[in-house]
């Protein structure tokens, strides 16, 4: 199954992220020089499917999946969790990047919870991100840059929720209308790992990738894939139980899922 596939059987709701991810994706393996790595950045309430395209995106890139030497995610809670070491994280940080490119040009480099990263730690990277051939001996050009956001979430959800209120499609929503709010809301926060980083500045993100919050119908699509995958059968009153035993927001039209379809997995086993 290619990647496109996966995404439309898999991924609900989200027809920016599919459409944006799989052209910038298959457009990028697909060359031989590219002029630089290819870097994206995920934004978007938690639930909403982040995590979950970007471990389609290595599986569909490495025979192994996750468990490739050449996946390396990073969490800032877990891997650099201390402000006063900060120092110490960048030498880290620039060395595990420049050590495995050296080994795989087509290494991939995952950073969860961007919106938790100490400001100014991930400009260590710079140097790997751009246009040039060779950085301190390494080819890296062939790199793929993943960092993952809630950050711009609630601007995402505004913009989604006056599309519902206007009566329009939710499929007409283009990657314009979200980038600048998404932007703002990342870029000028001084809590958030991109806080007047050089990243930004430089405009090395190739692409942003916004998710938007999920609605009624695509819980239910979760709900009935989860239950396919734990080999149960979808039947009807047992779809409806766990979709309604989900928060919805905002209060008065209950339109939205506050979680997204991260509890799903968890409360099926409630109405069992």
């Not at 940080?93 to 950073?111: P, T, V």
């Not at 703002?184 to 500045?201: E, L, R, T, Y």
Request: include cysteine.
């Amino acid at each position: 199954m290619g990647l496109g596939c996966d995404l439309a059987q898999n991924v609900f709701g989200q027809h920016l992220a599919r459409e944006l991810l799989l052209k910038a994706v298959t457009d990028f393996v697909a060359l031989e020089e590219p002029l630089k790595p290819l870097v994206l950045s995920f934004h978007g309430w938690t639930g909403t499917g982040k995590t979950y395209v970007s471990s389609l995106v290595v599986k569909h890139l490495y025979r192994d999946g996750s468990r490739s030497p050449y996946v390396h995610q990073f969490s800032p809670t877990l891997h650099f969790p201390h402000a006063e070491r900060i120092e110490q994280y960048k030498d880290d940080l620039k060395r595990w990047i420049q050590g495995n490119l050296s080994n795989c040009a087509r290494s991939i480099f995952l950073f969860d919870e961007m919106d938790k990263m100490h400001p100014g730690l991930i400009d260590v990277i710079v140097p790997f991100l751009g246009s040039s051939w060779v950085v301190y001996g390494t080819n890296y050009r062939k790199a793929i840059f993943i960092f993952v956001s809630n950050a711009g979430g609630e601007q995402i959800n505004r913009v989604a929720l006056e599309f519902w209120r206007t009566r329009k499609d939710r499929e007409e929503m283009e990657l314009r209308d979200l980038e600048l709010a998404i932007s703002k809301a990342v870029f000028d926060n001084p809590h958030h790992g991109f806080w007047q980083s050089q990243i930004i500045d430089e405009q090395l993100i190739d692409l942003i990738v916004p998710f938007l919050p999920l609605q009624r119908n695509h819980v239910k699509q979760c709900v009935r894939s989860e239950l396919k995958q734990q080999g149960l059968l979808p039947q009807q009153n047992l779809l409806q139980s766990v979709t309604d035993s989900i928060t919805y927001f905002p209060e008065e039209e209950q339109i939205f899922s506050s979680t997204g379809c991260k509890t799903v997995a968890s409360r099926i086993n409630f109405f069992l």
